[in-house]
């Protein structure tokens, strides 16, 4: 080899490597950047939503717990501590540093179970053969095998919701620290945050058989991960959502339908308003994430003007549906990495009366499945959805839709202009920022 040759290839090398290193640096700092927090306190638990940092961020902004006394900061490591730590009197603001992995269901399912239940009695009475398909169990008595089902239920209900106070912050320690089996229930209150922990999804011990659901009945489970219901100023960041050692796939089939056991992992319903969601991980789920739970007038009139929420630095990943479906709100989704596996059906429901912005966005998609899929049309609303890119790839996905589904296009243009948001990312940075920063553990 030349003198010549072998110089003009180590220039080449070196520039590659210039050029790697410019972008690993540019994509750290502006994950550096992106990240919230940096100038708040040392401690995490004290820390606030930045501000501009998403629909939460209005107004007062999102404090949480961070004004808490000495006296009113908690260390808990068992589901009873945990419930004691949120029952504390007073109203004043809290802080519960959750240290380990908390079960809320360590005695299993049989600790819930209501004297005399059984549930091959309860497929044995209610089997379609038997039973039929045009009649649910609602008017059942209570000494029967749903009346024993639902006093089961009853008690699982009773144990495993804990009610969140107002003024709170719940934040894991350290890069191991959870929640299992347990529904986390935002209800009726203001300024909570909600940190660094895996979520494990509660399991329904206690399913109803549904058999007029559909046209081969269905079995309809209860409890979210979490349930920001009729609450404002809520910051969800830096948790992992997950099913955990339960998914879908090792679940039972009876009656000739999966024996579903788990619900939504984050619902936002019920005039629940200002919710920023960042830096989460979402995954191994089926029905993910709801904002505003039905089409009805009854609902619609305490929905609208509400269910305002942003999305953003959050790993979609092996879901199936609904990330986020969407009524009413005007939702903002910009800088999410989606990651799409077996089973995966769409990732935006566009519905009823719904303002959703997707914008920013990287989607990954496996071999086969068409860009079309990423949007579902439930409803006749605009959105708008620009710059987001396929598998490294500018897609218009609303032309995407168009084009495979003519008989029911999608309208472009949401009807307004996000302006709370963190620094945007172009697209292409998207996953090897969120990829690397989202999920409980990577707090900073």
Not at 6 to 27: D, E, I, K, N, Y
Not at 77 to 104: H, M, N, Q, Y
Not at 389 to 408: K, M
Request: aromatic content about 8%; charged content about 20%; overall charge negative.
């Amino acid at each position: 080899m030349s003198t010549q040759r072998w110089h003009g290839h180590a220039t080449s090398r070196v520039a590659a490597l210039a050029g790697c290193t410019a972008l690993v640096l540019t994509l750290t700092a502006a994950t550096a950047q992106a990240r919230p927090g940096h100038h708040h306190p040392r401690d995490t638990a004290r820390q606030t939503l930045p501000a501009n940092d998403g629909w939460a961020a209005h107004g007062t902004g999102t404090t949480g717990g961070s004004a808490a006394d000495a006296e009113h900061v908690y260390t808990v490591s068992t589901w009873a501590e945990f419930r004691a730590a949120l029952d504390a009197d007073g109203d004043a603001p809290r802080i519960i540093k959750v240290r380990g992995t908390i079960d809320a269901v360590s005695e299993g399912c049989e600790a819930f179970a209501a004297p005399g239940y059984d549930f091959d009695a309860y497929l044995e009475k209610y089997a379609p053969e038997s039973w039929g398909m045009e009649t649910d169990l609602s008017d059942e008595p209570d000494a029967s095998p749903e009346g024993l089902r639902r006093a089961s239920a009853a008690r699982q209900d009773q144990a495993i919701k804990a009610d969140i106070p107002a003024d709170t912050t719940i934040i894991g320690v350290g890069r191991n620290a959870g929640i299992k089996g347990a529904s986390l229930q935002i209800k009726g209150v203001d300024n909570v945050i909600v940190r660094n922990l895996t979520l494990e999804s509660p399991v329904d011990c206690f399913p109803q058989w549904d058999p007029t659901d559909g046209d081969k009945g269905n079995w309809n489970s209860e409890y979210d991960s979490a349930v920001v219901h009729g609450s404002t100023h809520v910051w969800l960041d830096h948790n992992t959502f997950t099913d955990g050692e339960h998914p879908d796939s090792e679940a039972p089939t009876h009656f000739g339908m999966l024996y579903q056991q788990h619900d939504g992992q984050l619902d936002i319903v019920k005039g629940a308003d200002h919710v920023t969601a960042s830096w989460n991980v979402f995954t191994e789920h089926d029905k993910t994430i709801l904002i505003g739970n039905s089409d009805s007038e009854s609902t619609a009139a305490g929905d609208r003007g509400h269910l305002r929420a942003t999305f953003h630095h959050n790993l979609f990943e092996g879901l199936v549906e609904r990330a986020p479906r969407v009524r009413f709100g005007q939702v903002d989704v910009y800088n999410n990495h989606f990651v799409a596996g077996e089973g995966y059906s769409y990732s935006f429901g566009v519905g009823k009366e719904s303002q959703l912005v997707a914008e920013h966005n990287a989607f990954t998609l496996p071999r086969g499945v068409s860009p079309a899929k990423v949007l579902k049309r439930w409803n006749d609303s605009p959105v708008t959805a620009a710059h987001n890119r396929v598998n490294g790839r500018s897609v218009d996905l609303i032309a995407a839709h168009n084009a495979e589904n003519p008989d029911t296009p999608l309208r472009s243009g949401a009807g307004w202009t996000p302006t709370l948001r963190t620094k945007v990312l172009p697209a292409w940075a998207v996953p090897f920022v969120v990829d690397h920063g989202a999920g409980a553990g990577r707090l900073r």
